[in-house]
C-alpha cells in the first residue's frame, strides 16, 4: 500500500456507510495527524443509488464486485450486510490483494472460518470491530489488551432492542407488557418491523460466537449457541425478582468449565448491584473475566451510524498503521479444540415461580422434591393466594441445568403444582 | 529482534515485578500461542534482593543499569517507580536500542515529553498502557479504538484510594468520617502509611495529564492541572447531596471548549444513575465523550498486581507483534497547541452549602445575589434551624467558576452567612 494514502472502498450506501463517509469527511485532519496520511474513498458501491447527500461526489457503481476488484482500492469496506453476497464480495476482495474491513456480524460468526484462512493465505487483514457491540472495542480488547491473560469468561448485553425492551418493562412501577415495549421500540426505530432476528436473540448469538471464539481461541460454532428470546417474558417475573433484589437482562455468556465452554444466550437475572444491571436502554457492556487483569466492563451503543462507523474506522487505522495481528487473536495453527457444552451441562442458579394449589403442606412437599435433588434454596417468596392458588417464588444455588431440570419435571407431575413452572437463569459474577 | 523469542529484562522486585513474572510463567503457553513466539525474562534488576518465591532462579543483578545495557534484552520493563532514577535508566535503555514498557505514571506526567522525543529519535517504542487505570486498557482506546474520533472530553474515577474513601462515606446511613475512611483503608493496603500523594488528587493528576495529551493531541502539562484532594470533605454534604439525588466521586475531567482545555481533578457530584456514579470501593473508570462512538465507559480494578501486570504485559505483546504506533497516538510533528484553561475559566454546575442566621428574608436576600449574578437555581433544599442556624443546599445551573467565586465572595460578606460556603462541582454528561 502506498504510504502517502489509503484508499479505500465502500460497499453499502445505507445508514453505517453515511456515517462513516460523514465521520471521515469531518475528521480528515485529524486522522491524517494521527496516521501520518489521509484516507480517500475512492468508490462506493451499492445495488441502489445513496440518497444520503453525504455520498456527493464520489464516485458510484451499482456494481459491488467492481469496488472488490478496483485496483486503486487498498481496503475495501463491506457494509452490505446478509451473508451470500456479502461473502463473495469479500472473497473477491481478499483475492484481488486487498484487506477487507467489516461490520457484518452474520458474515464472520456464520462463514469467518473460511474467511480467515483465505485471508491467511492472501497475506490481507480481515478485521470486524464493528460486528460487535457498535462503539465498545470489545474484540482489540480480547486481542491485544488482554492477551496476556486467560480469559474465564465474557458475559454481556449485546443487543440493544431487547436491553431497551427489558428496561421500559423493569422500569419501577411499570405495567408495560413485551408487545407494547416493542411497539415503543419500533416507534424510535430501535427495533425492526420484523424484529424476529433482535427478540428471539439470534443477532445475540452471532455476535457471542465471535466473542467466545477470540476469547478461548476455538473455532466460531455459531451452530453450538443455546438461543433463548425475550418474547415470553412476564412482568411478574420482573416484580418478583426485583423484590428479591435482580434485574432482568437480556445476556450473551460464553465462559470455561472443566468440561467444556458455555455459549447461551437468554434472558437473565442480575444483582441490581451488579455494573451490567445499570445498563439501560439500547446501550451494551461486555464484561470480562480473566486471571490477571480481572473483571473490566466496556460499555457504549450498540449500534447506530456513528458508533458504528468509530468501530469501523478503528480497523482502518489499524491497518494503516501496518499491525499485524492473528485475526481471531491467536496464531491459525493454534486453535484449541475446547467442547462446547451443551446448555443441560451450563452450571449456574435459578430463579423458578410455581402456581399451586393453596392447600395445607403444600410448601413442604415442593421443597422436599427440591431437596430430593439437592438443589438448595437461596430465597424464597410466597404471595397471598388468589381463589385458591398461590404463588411461590424461589431462587436456588448453583446446580447443573439437567438437574434442574429434571427438578421442574418432577415438580410439574405433581398434583399441587397446577401450571407449567417459570425458570429463569441467575447470573453470579462470583461463582 | 529475533522473532523466535521476545528477551525482556525487568527493573524493580515488587508486587507489579512479581505480578509480572507469575503471569508470564502461568500463562506461557497461551501468550506463545497468541503471539508465535514465548516472552522469556533475561534479567531482572533490583537495590534489594527480591523476596518473592516466584523470582527464583532467575539472573538478578543489583545495577539495575546493567540490565537496561544487557545486550541480550530486547524489551526494558521499568517498574521501579519515583522519577529520577527511573528517568535515566528508561534514557539508557532506549540510547542501548531498546523499547521500554513502563507502569510509571510520574515518568511519563512530569518527563513523557523528552523521553518520546528521545524513543522517537532511537525508532524504539515507549509504551505505558499500565500507568493508568491498572487494567483499563484506556490509552490504546484513546489511541486506536478512537483514533477516528474527535474527542470531546475524558471524565474517569482513577485513583482507587479516593474512591474507596468516598464509597465508604458514601454507603446509606453511614456515620464514617474522612479520617475513619482512610484509617481502614490504610488496614486492608488500599492506602499507603503517607496517603498524600493520593489522598490530594497529585496521582490523579498525573493519570490525567497523559489521558488529556493523548485525547487531544496536546503536550503533556502536569502544571497546568487544577488538583484538589479529598481531605475537607464532610458527610454532611455528602447527605444533603444525595437528598438531590448526587452521589459523590473524585474525579479526573479533561475537556475541550471553545477557549481551551479544562484540566481539573477534584471531589465531584454525579447524577446517582450514571454509569461512574456506581463505581464503588477500589474500582476504577472512565467515560470518554467523543463525535462518533457517542459515550463509552471502561471499567476494572485500578491497581494492584494482577491487573497492572495486565496492562504491562499488553504492551509487551504489541511490541512483539510489531505495530508501529505514535506514542501519544499524534505523529511527534502534529501536536496541538490548545491553552489549558485556568480553573477559573472551566465552566460547570455547582453545589453550595450555606450556613444563615435564621430571619426573616434571608433566603430571599440570598437567592437575590445569586440573580444579580446571574446564576440560575437548579434545586434548593432549606434545613431546620438549630439555635439561631440555617443550613441552605443549592444547586446552580452552568456557570463559569470565576463567576461563582465572586458570587461566594459576595455571599460570605454578607451578615447573613455565617460561615465560609461550602463549594462542590457538579458534572453533568448533558452539557
New interface residues.
Given amino acids: 500500500m502506498d504510504k502517502s494514502v489509503m484508499n479505500i472502498g465502500i460497499c453499502g450506501a445505507g445508514t453505517v456507510a453515511g ?1 462513516l463517509v460523514g ?2 469527511k ?2 480528515q485532519q ?2 491524517a ?4 496520511h489521509p484516507i480517500e474513498i475512492v468508490q462506493i458501491g451499492s445495488r441502489n443509488v445513496p440518497k444520503q447527500p453525504v455520498f456527493d461526489g464520489i464516485a458510484f457503481t451499482d456494481n459491488i464486485f467492481e469496488v472488490a476488484e478496483n485496483p486503486k482500492v487498498d481496503v475495501l469496506v463491506e457494509l452490505i450486510g446478509g451473508t451470500d453476497d456479502a461473502l463473495a464480495l469479500v472473497g473477491t476482495a481478499l483475492r484481488a490483494g486487498k484487506s477487507v474491513v467489516t461490520a457484518n456480524k452474520a458474515l464472520i460468526a456464520e462463514h469467518g472460518q473460511e474467511l480467515f484462512q483465505l485471508s491467511d493465505q492472501v497475506g490481507q487483514q480481515l478485521a470486524f ?1 464493528a460486528s460487535v457491540a457498535g ?3 470489545i474484540i ?2 480480547l486481542r ?7 480469559i474465564e469468561a465474557v458475559v454481556g448485553i449485546i443487543n440493544g432492542t431487547t436491553n431497551f425492551i427489558l428496561s421500559q418493562m423493569s422500569k419501577p412501577g411499570s405495567s408495560v407488557s413485551f408487545g407494547q415495549a416493542l411497539a415503543e421500540a419500533q416507534r424510535l426505530g430501535y427495533a425492526e418491523a420484523d424484529p424476529t432476528f433482535d427478540v428471539e436473540g439470534l443477532d445475540a448469538a452471532h455476535k457471542l460466537t465471535i466473542l467466545s471464539a477470540i476469547a478461548f ?1 476455538t473455532r466460531l460454532r455459531f451452530d453450538a449457541i443455546y438461543t433463548q428470546g425475550i418474547q415470553e417474558i412476564q412482568l411478574e417475573d420482573i416484580r418478583f425478582a426485583a423484590e428479591l433484589g435482580y434485574r432482568l437482562r437480556h445476556l450473551g455468556v460464553t465462559r470455561i468449565q472443566e468440561a467444556g465452554i458455555e455459549l447461551r444466550v437468554h434472558p437473565t437475572l442480575l444483582d441490581e448491584k451488579e ?1 451490567l444491571a ?2 439501560d436502554d439500547v446501550m451494551n457492556a461486555v464484561m470480562v473475566m ?12 450498540g449500534a ?1 451510524a ?2 458504528t ?3 469501523v ?2 480497523d ?3 491497518i494503516s ?6 485475526v481471531m ?3 491459525p495453527g ?1 486453535t ?1 479444540a475446547i467442547p462446547a457444552l451443551p446448555i443441560g451441562q451450563c452450571q449456574t442458579s435459578f430463579y423458578l415461580r410455581l402456581r399451586v394449589a393453596d392447600r395445607p403442606g403444600v410448601l413442604s412437599r415442593i421443597t422436599r422434591i427440591l431437596g430430593d435433588y439437592e438443589i438448595s434454596i437461596e430465597a424464597l417468596l410466597q404471595k397471598d393466594p388468589e381463589q385458591g392458588i398461590a404463588t411461590i417464588v424461589i431462587t436456588t444455588d448453583t446446580v447443573v441445568e439437567e438437574r434442574m431440570d429434571a427438578t421442574i419435571d418432577k415438580l410439574e407431575s405433581s398434583t399441587d403444582v397446577l401450571e407449567a413452572v417459570i425458570k429463569i437463569r441467575i447470573f453470579s459474577f462470583g461463582g
Same sequence: chains 1, 2.
Fill in positions: 456515517g465521520l471521515l469531518k475528521n485529524l486522522i495527524a494521527r496516521i501520518g470491530e462503539s465498545i472495542p482489540k480488547v491485544e489488551s488482554l492477551a496476556g491473560n486467560e481461541g455494573m445499570q445498563v480473566s486471571d490477571a487483569a480481572s473483571q473490566t466492563l466496556y460499555y457504549g451503543p447506530g456513528g458508533p462507523a468509530s468501530s474506522l478503528s482502518l487505522i489499524d498503521r501496518g499491525a499485524t495481528m492473528p487473536g491467536f496464531l493454534e484449541r
